[in-house]
């Protein structure tokens, strides 16, 4: 993505906004964390990434740009990023990097708006899917001890695993199945499964 088209994004998102909600210079995301979202969206495989790789263009250093050739014959030009950004470590933290996030798929939406894999995706879908983080579902989840005389609450690494592990889930369902991104993250939150292998049994097993 070039300089120019990163630009052309970016002022078509304020364009759509009241001033109030313009992205200030520090909210500016890296270019190449946009590009390899794109690349996702028109490869038809999206791959969910890890909160520390969700970037701001002041966080990001670009390698040298590596050359691929598209099945139609032409060339992508494409760069790998190396992030300096840490791990959120409490729940506002999250909600930035999730906004951080939100705002990185409304920008991937102006640059291929026709794609159905990445339609409903919006702040509504940021909402759904902090609430059940940050909620009852995850990070206020209690768990008694055997004894029944210690309460144990949602270690925050477990609560950061789980709302990866829900997005890697949404990822392939989008890929494979004809659903949106949105739907994908929907269904993961309901997949007992999932939340068995990543949250109930972890905490289970700290309690004995």
């Known amino acids: 993505m070039t300089k120019s088209q ?8 304020n364009d759509a906004r009241p001033e109030a909600k313009h992205l200030r210079p520090t909210q ?16 038809g495989e999206l ?3 890890r909160l520390s790789d969700v970037a701001l263009k002041d966080e ?3 390698d040298d740009p590596n050359a691929r050739v598209n099945p139609d014959g032409s060339i992508r030009i494409s760069k790998k990023f190396k992030s300096s ?17 939100e705002v990185a798929w409304e920008l991937v939406k102006l640059q291929l708006p026709q794609t159905e894999v990445i339609q409903g995706l919006a702040a509504e879908t940021r909402v759904d899917h902090i609430d059940f983080v940050l909620g009852e579902g995850v990070y206020l989840k209690k768990v008694m001890t055997s004894d029944g005389a210690t309460v ?18 949404a990822a392939p369902l989008a890929n494979t199945t004809g659903k949106t991104f949105a739907q994908g993250l929907a269904e993961a939150r309901d997949d007992e499964k999932l939340m068995r292998d990543h949250l109930t049994r972890p905490m289970a097993l700290s309690a004995c």
Not at 6 to 13: M, P, S
Not at 90 to 99: A, D, G, I, S, V
């Open 60 to 62: 990001v250093k670009e």
């Open 28 to 43: 500016i995301l890296a270019p190449p964390y946009i590009e390899g979202l794109v690349n996702q969206v028109e490869d």
């Open 6 to 13: 990163h630009l052309l994004l970016l002022r078509a998102y």
């Open 47 to 49: 791959e969910a990434e």
């Open 152 to 169: 144990l609450k949602t270690p925050w690494l477990t609560v950061l695993e789980v709302e990866f592990q829900l997005r890697r889930q």
């Open 85 to 101: 950004t840490v791990l959120p470590v409490n729940p506002e933290q999250l909600r930035t990097k999730l906004k951080t996030m």
